[in-house]
C-alpha cells in the first residue's frame, strides 16, 4: 500500500507537470491569436512548430549534429587540456594565475564572438574556440576546486607511505574527481 500511494504521487507529479506545460503552450497560443501577445516579438507554439517542420524537412538535423560536434570537441578540449592539474602541482603558479583565472571567468565571452571570428575566420574553427573558451576556465577553476578539496586524510596517508606529488595526484586525486571531471 506504501509503495503504491509513492508510485501514485510520482504519477501525479508527472501529470500535473505535463498539464502545466500544456496549458501555458495553451494559453500562449490562445493570446497569441487573439492579439494580446505580439505574436511577432514571442512568436506562437503553432509558428514555432511550423517553423521546426519547415527546418527538418531540410538540413536542420544536419546542422544540430554538426554543432553538436564543435561544442563536443571544445568542451572536451577544454577539460583535457591539463590546466587544473598544472595549477595544483604547482602552489606558486596557482596563486599567480588565480586573479587572471577569475578575470577570464568574468570577462562575457560571447561578446568575443566577432573577435574570435576575425582571429581564426568562420566556421568550425571559431565554433570550437568559442566552446572551448567558455569551458575552459570554468573547467580549470571547478577541476582544481576538486583537487583541492581531495579528502586530506588520504592525501596525508599517501605522504606517510612516503607516495611523490605524481603518485599522489594518480592514485588519489584523478580517481577521488572522476565526478568532477564529468
Not at 41 to 50: D, L, V
Not at 118 to 129: D, E, F, L, R, S
Not at 161 to 182: D, V
Amino acid at each position: 500500500k506504501y509503495l503504491r500511494q509513492i508510485n501514485r504521487n510520482k504519477v501525479l507529479i508527472v501529470l500535473t507537470r505535463l498539464a502545466i506545460v500544456i496549458l501555458f503552450i495553451a494559453v500562449w497560443e490562445i493570446l497569441a491569436n487573439v492579439g494580446i501577445i505580439d505574436s511577432f516579438i514571442a512568436s506562437s507554439p503553432s509558428r514555432i512548430w511550423n517553423t521546426f517542420l519547415n527546418l527538418s524537412s531540410s538540413d536542420l538535423m544536419t546542422h544540430v549534429g554538426i554543432t553538436c560536434l564543435e561544442t563536443l570537441i571544445g568542451f572536451t578540449l577544454g577539460t583535457l587540456l591539463g590546466i587544473a592539474i598544472v595549477l595544483w602541482w604547482s602552489k606558486f603558479l596557482s596563486r599567480v594565475l588565480e586573479p587572471f583565472l577569475v578575470i577570464l571567468n568574468s570577462l562575457p565571452k560571447v561578446a568575443l564572438g566577432p573577435v574570435i571570428i576575425i582571429w581564426v575566420g568562420a566556421g568550425m574553427p571559431a565554433i570550437i574556440t568559442m566552446a572551448l573558451l567558455i569551458s575552459l576556465i570554468v573547467t580549470v577553476m571547478e577541476i582544481l576546486n576538486g583537487f583541492l578539496e581531495t579528502d586530506k586524510e588520504k592525501i596525508k596517508m599517501a605522504q606517510t607511505f612516503n607516495a611523490n606529488k605524481l603518485q599522489t595526484l594518480i592514485k588519489i586525486i584523478i580517481p577521488a574527481n572522476i565526478p568532477t571531471f564529468f
